[in-house]
C-alpha cells in the first residue's frame, strides 16, 4: 500500500456506509457539512466520507466517528428547497484519519490514503472469489431484493478486492458489519468475511420465509374453507335440498310454534331465529343464539300443574310423613281453606327457622306432594353474587340464568314449590347484593315481572310458592325478612325423637334398604342408646344417618351368621356404633356453696352449664377461667356490679370489692357455650359464695339481667327446660316474660318439673339458695 497524507474536508455519515467504487447520492444538512462540500469544491471534489458510530449525535467529535473512511469525489451537486443539498458521490479510496482538524467552519482531516493491493490471483483467491459469487448468487435467488443481472456485471470484474466492494455495497447490512468490511485491508480476509455475512444473512432469509409460509398457510386455510363453504351452499340451493341450517331452523320453528309461548316471548323467540339464519351455524354467534333459544324454549311460560284443593287429603300427606311440625302443616291447610274461597290469592312466603336436621327441608317436600306441585330446591348458601340470582348479560362470555330461572326450568311448570334454603347463609360483596335481587322474587306485587338479565324477558313468579329455611334470623336482611311468614320449628325432645324414629324414620330406613319390617326390629333401650349416646343434635338427621348404619351392619351380620331377624337393644347398638360418644353433664348430687346450675341452648339443643365461684382474701380482683365467651364475661361483670351495688341487702361484707379476690369458674362440659342467660345464674353463685349460703343442686335458672336486677326473658326455653329434667333437676327458675313459652313444653316434661318464675333477681336468689338459722 502506498502512502500518501492529504488534508480533505470531512463529512461525518449517518447511517450509510461508502466503498469504494460505489456510486451513491445522499442528502446533506448540517451547516458544517454543507461547508465541507463548499470547500470540496473550491479544491479537486474531493471529499473524506466517513461513518458515525451513534447516528443520532447532531454534532459528532472525533471520538464519536470512524478513523477508517473513504474518499470520494463529488460527482454533482443539486440544491434543494430548504438549506439541503443532494450530491453524488463516487468512492475512490479506503483512508485513514491521521489527525483531526478542529474548526468552526467545517470538519476536516488529515488522511492517510490506503492504496489498494489486490491479492495474489493464486488457488485461494480464485477458491475464495468463486464461494463469493455462489453464496452471493443464492442470496439474490432467495432475497429477490438485487436484480439478477447485477451477476452479470459482476461476472466481468476482474479484480477480487473491487468485486467484495461492490457486492458489499449491494447488501442490506448493519452500520457496524459494513464498517468491518470497509476496515479489511486485506483483500482475502475481506473475501472471508463477506462470505460468512452473506451466509448469516441467508439463514435469516431463510427463516423469514418458513415463518412467512406458515402464516400464509393459516390464512390460506380459514379463506379456503369459506369458500368450500359458500359453494356448498350455493349447491345445495341449486340443487334445492335442505340443508343441516335449514333443518335445524325448521326445527326451531316447530317447537316456537308448539310452545305456546306469552306473546314477547314469541316475537323474541323468532328476531333470535332470524338471527340464527343470517349468522350462520359454524359461526360462534350461532352458538350463543342456539343456547339462548333453547333456554327460552325450555322453560315453563305457560305449563301449570293443577292444586290439589282437598284439604283432608292435604292434611293425611303431611300427617304420613311428618311428626309434629304443627304449625307448618296447620299454616298449608289453611293457606288451602282460604285459597277455596278466594281464586286469586297468593301463594304466602314461609320461612321455616329452626336448628339443622328437624326436616325443614323435608317438610317443604312433603307440602309439595300434599299441593301436588313440582319441587325445586335451591340453596343460597355462599352466594354472594346478585347475578347468581338474576343471571349474566348475555354480552358476557359464556353468560347463564341466574339461579331462579335455572330452578323454573328443573320445575316444569310455573306453578312449583320453590324452596330456598339457607337464606340466612347468602353474604354479599362488590358485585351487588344478592338479597335485593331476592327481594323482587319475592315480592308478590313485583314478581310477576321477574327479569332475568340474561334472558332479558319478564317471566311470571307469581304463582310459585315460595318456601324459604334458615337457620337463626338474626343475619336476614331486614326488608327481606319482613316479606316472609316465620315459622319456628324447634328441636325435638327425647320422646318426640323416639316417636319420630319409631313412626317414620326406621320404617324409611328400612325400606330404602329393601328389608322385610319383620327381619330387623329395633327396641324402645336401642332407639334411646342411639339417641342419648350416640347422637347430640337438636333434629333428627344424625338419628337418621346412626340407624342407617345400623341396619347395614345387621344386614352383613345376618348374612354372615345366616339368622332370620335381629332385635337391635342397647347392647346391639353399642356393638355397631362403638363405644358411647356423647354423655350429658349431670347436676351435683348435693348442695354446696358458690356453685349454681344454669341452663343454656347450643346448636345441639339445651345443656345444663354449671358455674362455680370462690371467695378468698385479696384486693378486689376479678377472675375469670374455663369455658367463657364474651357475653358471658360481660354477665360476670354486670352481676359483680349488682352484686357491690347490694351487697347489704345480702348479708355481704360491704367491702368485698377490695378485701376479696372473686374467682369465677365454668367448667367446660361438652359443648361450648355462650349467650346472655346466664345473667341470673352468675350473680346467684357470686351471692351464694360472698354471703356463704348453700345453693339447692336440684335447681337450675336462666334468665339475662340488667344493672338494677331485673330478669329479662330468653330464648330455646324448651330445649332448656328438656336438658335440666335430663341432668336430674326438678326445679327451674325462668323469667316471668317466658311464661307463653311454657305452652311449648311437652307435658310429660312439664308435669315432672317445678317452675318458678321470676321478674327480679332477689326471687331467684330466694329460692335457690339456703338460709340457714
Ligand atoms: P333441615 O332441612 O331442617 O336441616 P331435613 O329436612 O334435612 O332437615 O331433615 C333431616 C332428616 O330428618 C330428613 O330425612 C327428614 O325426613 C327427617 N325428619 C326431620 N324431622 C322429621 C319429622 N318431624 N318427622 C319425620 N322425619 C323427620
Redesign the pocket.
Known amino acids: 500500500m502506498n502512502k500518501e497524507t492529504r488534508v480533505i474536508p470531512l463529512i461525518p455519515l449517518r447511517g450509510i456506509t461508502i466503498f469504494p467504487y460505489m456510486v451513491l447520492h445522499f442528502d446533506v444538512g448540517r451547516e458544517k457539512s454543507i461547508a465541507a462540500l463548499e470547500e470540496a469544491m473550491m479544491k479537486d471534489q474531493e471529499i473524506f466520507l466517513v461513518a458515525q458510530k451513534d447516528a443520532k449525535i447532531e454534532e459528532p467529535e472525533q471520538e464519536d466517528i470512524y478513523t477508517i473512511g473513504t474518499l470520494c469525489s463529488i460527482k454533482q451537486l443539486l440544491k434543494l428547497p430548504g438549506d439541503t443539498v443532494r450530491v453524488l458521490v463516487e468512492g475512490l479510496n479506503r483512508a485513514k484519519i491521521i489527525k483531526y482538524i478542529e474548526s468552526e467552519s467545517c470538519y476536516k482531516a488529515e488522511i492517510d490514503i490506503l492504496e489498494e493491493k489486490d491479492c495474489v490471483k493464486d488457488n485461494k483467491c480464485e477458491a475464495l472469489v468463486r464461494s463469493l459469487r455462489e453464496v452471493f448468487e443464492e442470496y439474490i435467488k432467495i432475497s429477490g431484493s438485487i436484480p439478477s443481472e447485477a451477476l452479470i456485471s459482476f461476472e466481468d470484474m476482474d479484480s477480487p478486492g473491487r468485486l467484495v466492494d461492490t457486492i458489499s455495497s449491494y447488501l442490506m447490512l448493519k452500520g457496524d458489519i459494513k464498517q468491518e468490511l470497509l476496515e479489511a485491508f486485506d483483500v482475502s480476509k475481506r473475501i472471508e468475511k463477506l462470505i460468512v455475512v452473506i451466509k448469516n444473512e441467508l439463514e435469516i432469509l431463510k427463516l423469514e420465509k418458513k415463518i412467512g409460509v406458515r402464516v400464509k398457510s393459516k390464512i390460506d386455510k380459514v379463506q379456503k374453507e369459506y369458500y368450500l363453504r359458500e359453494q356448498l351452499k350455493a349447491i345445495q340451493e341449486e340443487l334445492g335440498e335442505d340443508d343441516e341450517d335449514k333443518k335445524e331452523i325448521n326445527r326451531y320453528k316447530n317447537k316456537i310454534k308448539k310452545a305456546k309461548l306469552p306473546k314477547p316471548v314469541k316475537d323474541r323467540a323468532i328476531y333470535e331465529l332470524e338471527r340464527l339464519k343470517n349468522s350462520g351455524s359454524y359461526s360462534s354467534e350461532g352458538g350463543v343464539i342456539r343456547t339462548y333459544l333453547d333456554w327460552i324454549l325450555d322453560l315453563p311460560w305457560n305449563t301449570q300443574t293443577k292444586d290439589n284443593m282437598d284439604v283432608k287429603k292435604a292434611r293425611e300427606v303431611l300427617e304420613a ?5 304443627k304449625d307448618v302443616k296447620d299454616r298449608i291447610v289453611e293457606y288451602l281453606a282460604v285459597k277455596q274461597m278466594s281464586k286469586s290469592l297468593k301463594g304466602p312466603i314461609i320461612c ?1 327457622v ?12 312433603s307440602v309439595a306432594h300434599a299441593l301436588n306441585r313440582n319441587f325445586v330446591r335451591m340453596s343460597l348458601g355462599g352466594v354472594r353474587d346478585e347475578s347468581e340470582i338474576r343471571g349474566h348479560r348475555k354480552t358476557y362470555v359464556g353468560a347463564i340464568p341466574g339461579r331462579i330461572i335455572y330452578g323454573m326450568r328443573q320445575a316444569k311448570s310455573k306453578n312449583p314449590l320453590f324452596l330456598l ?1 339457607e337464606i340466612d347463609k347468602m353474604s354479599n360483596d362488590f358485585r351487588g347484593d344478592p338479597a335485593d335481587a331476592l327481594l323482587e322474587v319475592l315480592d308478590s306485587e313485583q314478581n310477576s315481572t321477574f327479569r332475568d338479565h340474561y334472558l332479558e324477558l319478564e317471566m311470571d313468579l307469581s304463582n310459585v310458592m315460595f318456601i324459604t ?1 334458615a ?1 337463626s334470623l338474626d343475619t336476614i336482611p331486614r326488608p327481606l325478612l319482613d316479606r316472609m311468614e316465620i315459622i319456628e ?1 324447634s328441636g ?1 325432645t327425647y320422646d ?1 325423637k323416639l316417636s ?1 324414629a319409631k ?3 326406621i320404617p ?1 330406613q328400612i325400606k330404602e334398604h329393601s328389608v322385610d319390617e319383620n327381619m330387623i326390629k329395633f327396641t324402645d333401650s336401642g332407639i334411646n342408646e342411639i339417641i342419648e349416646g350416640y347422637t347430640r343434635e337438636s ?3 344424625n ?2 344417618r346412626q340407624i342407617a348404619s345400623i341396619i347395614r351392619k345387621t344386614l352383613a351380620d345376618m348374612l354372615e351368621t345366616d339368622k332370620k331377624d335381629v332385635s337391635i337393644s342397647t347392647n346391639q347398638v353399642r356393638k355397631y356404633l362403638g363405644p358411647v360418644r356423647f354423655t350429658y353433664d349431670k347436676a351435683d348430687k348435693e348442695d354446696k356453696i358458690g356453685v349454681v346450675t344454669g341452663m343454656a341452648w347450643t346448636a345441639y339443643g339445651g345443656d345444663i352449664l354449671p358455674i362455680e365461684v370462690s371467695v378468698m382474701n385479696g384486693s378486689g380482683k376479678l377472675e375469670l377461667t374455663g369455658q367463657l365467651g364474651d357475653v358471658m364475661k360481660e354477665s360476670a361483670k354486670a352481676g359483680y356490679s349488682y352484686v357491690r351495688a347490694n351487697a347489704d341487702k345480702y348479708d355481704i361484707n360491704p367491702n368485698f370489692y377490695k378485701e376479696k379476690d372473686l374467682h369465677i369458674h365454668v367448667p367446660e362440659g361438652a359443648v361450648p357455650k355462650d349467650g346472655p342467660s346466664a345473667g341470673v345464674t352468675m350473680i346467684t353463685a357470686m351471692v351464694s359464695a360472698l354471703a356463704n349460703k348453700k345453693a339447692r343442686h336440684n335447681v337450675a335458672m336462666t334468665g339475662e339481667i340488667t344493672l338494677t336486677g331485673r330478669v329479662l326473658p330468653i330464648g330455646g326455653l324448651k330445649e332448656k327446660c328438656l336438658a335440666a329434667y335430663r341432668a336430674g333437676i326438678d326445679t327451674v327458675i325462668i323469667p316471668k316474660e317466658n311464661e307463653k313459652d311454657m305452652l311449648k313444653i311437652p307435658k310429660s316434661i312439664k308435669s315432672k318439673l317445678n317452675f318458678i318464675l321470676a321478674t327480679e333477681i332477689g326471687e331467684v336468689t330466694k329460692n335457690a339458695l339456703i338460709e340457714e338459722n
Open positions: 310423613e311428618h311428626y309434629g311440625l321455616l329452626g336448628p339443622p336436621g328437624v326436616g325443614k327441608t323435608s317438610i317443604a317436600k334454603d329455611t337457620n320449628v325435638y318426640e319420630i313412626q317414620y324414620l324409611k333434629g333428627v338427621r338419628l337418621e
